[in-house]
Each structure stands twice: as C-alpha cells, then as structure tokens.
C-alpha cells in the first residue's frame, strides 16, 4: 500500500465513520421526537380522572325520588334492577319490602312520632306488579269491584312499584288499627303525623280534594326527599303539579 492510498483509505474510514455516527444522532434525535410527541398525543388522548367521590354519592342510589307513577305513567321497564330494597317485618308478622333510602327515613320518622305517644307501623310499601293483582282480588272479595277499582290501582300504575310508596297503619292504645275503614277513625292523629312528613321527606300522596284521581287517603305516603317535601307541602302542590 502506498501512502497516498493509505492516507485515501484513512480518510474513507474516517468520513464512513462520520457519517454513521450522524446517522445515529439523526435517527436518535427523531426517536426520541417521535416519543415525545406519542407522550403528548396520549396525554391527551387520556379521559380526565373522574373527581373522587365522595362517601355519601357513592352511596346515593342512582334512582329518580320523584318518579311519577299513575294511571297515565307506566313503572319504567329498568325502575326494578336499579332500586335496592330492604325487607321488615311489621307488628302482625308481615314481611315488607321498601326502597332503602325512603325506609331509612321511614324509621326516622316512626321513631320521632314515638316520643310523641304515635305509634305507626308498615302495612305495605313495594309491591310487585303480581302483587297488586292480588290487592285487586283481595278488594274485590272484601269490599266489591267498584271499591277495589277506586282504592286499588291496576297493576303496573301503582306508586307501590317504585319502592317509594308506603301505607301506614296505627298502634292505638295498644291496639292494632289495620283496615282502611277503621283508619279513618282517627282524624286528629293522621293530622299530626301528616305535619312531620316533610322534614323526613315524605308528602301525603293524596291529600283530601285532591285533583290526582285517587280518593283521600290518610295512610298511603311518598318519599321525595325533603328538599322537594317541603317545596311542596309549603305550596299545597301534589307530586304532579309540582313536577309540572
Ligand atoms: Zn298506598
């Protein structure tokens, strides 16, 4: 080799060199580009984390309290997987089944209508749409077609579907007052239970004169939480003008 080829060859070897070290750099530096803007790009492709609940909205059924069930408003079809039920056994051995927000309340108000020398009792508060078949039936039998027709809702239009209705009964003197036509009989007390009912979240259903289609029942009250309780008892409205 002479040395004009071995100083050729050195230079070769060198600018080879070179230029596959730039490569690297080139290639590096637009990888490390490259990975950046992927960063970047799932950055913001990724779904903000959903504020923390707290304990309570974790709790907090995802259930509409001031649902409108009637003759004119069908349960809705998914009502029955969304709610959760909680299952009593009232004074005359009968198990019943209420929503758990609107029975927790329920207890509430029982055990402060106590201190007052008010004892009341749950008669029936969820009813099944075959439920209230049998309600119909029972009706007809005890009181005729025309009675059980005006008291009693066609299944599938009972408030009852919805966990949030409950019928009341009383303890009187230690005495058990169960039948409709006997629960009547005691104005003075139903008027002050009726009182309480809102600051537990409760409204009388159907008040007397009431433009809702049902007649006047003392025993048969809902849950709507006390917000809208009391939204209402204060201005007279039944759950469907205030919901209009
Ligand atoms: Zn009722």
């Known amino acids: 080799m002479t040395a004009k080829t071995r100083k050729l060859t050195v230079f070769i070897v ?33 779904p903000e984390a959903p504020a923390p609940q707290t304990e309570e909205e ?3 059924p995802d259930i509409d309290y001031l649902i409108l069930v009637d003759k004119n408003h069908m349960l809705p079809d998914d009502w029955e997987e969304k709610i959760s039920l909680v299952s009593t056994v009232n004074s005359v051995g009968d198990e019943v089944w209420t929503e758990e927000t609107a029975y927790d309340a ?22 099944s749409v075959a439920d209230q078949q049998k309600i119909i039936d029972d009706f007809t039998e005890k009181y005729g077609e025309a009675y059980a027709h005006t008291y ?32 009547v009989q005691y104005p ?13 979240g409760f409204i009388l259903r159907y008040p007397e004169g009431n433009s809702s289609g049902y007649p006047y029942e003392p025993w048969h009250i809902r849950y709507v939480g006390i917000e809208a309780a009391k939204e209402m008892t204060e201005n007279g409205l039944t759950l469907e003008e205030y919901l209009n």
Do not use: C
């Open 188 to 200: 003075e007390i139903w008027a002050r239970i009726h009182e309480k009912l809102p600051d537990y």
């Open 58 to 60: 974790q709790d907090a």
């Open 152 to 183: 009693a809702s066609e299944p599938g239009t009972s408030e009852h579907h919805t966990g949030l209705a409950l019928d009341l009964y009383l303890i009187v003197d230690g005495n058990t007052v169960y039948e409709n036509e006997d629960l």
């Open 106 to 127: 329920y207890l509430k108000l029982k055990d402060n209508l106590a201190q007052e020398g008010i004892y009341v009792e749950l008669d029936s508060a969820y009813r």
């Open 14 to 46: 060198i600018t080879v060199l070179l230029i596959a070290a730039g490569t690297v750099f080139i290639v590096r530096q637009a990888n490390m580009r490259h990975s950046r803007e992927e960063e970047a790009e799932e950055m913001a492709a990724e």
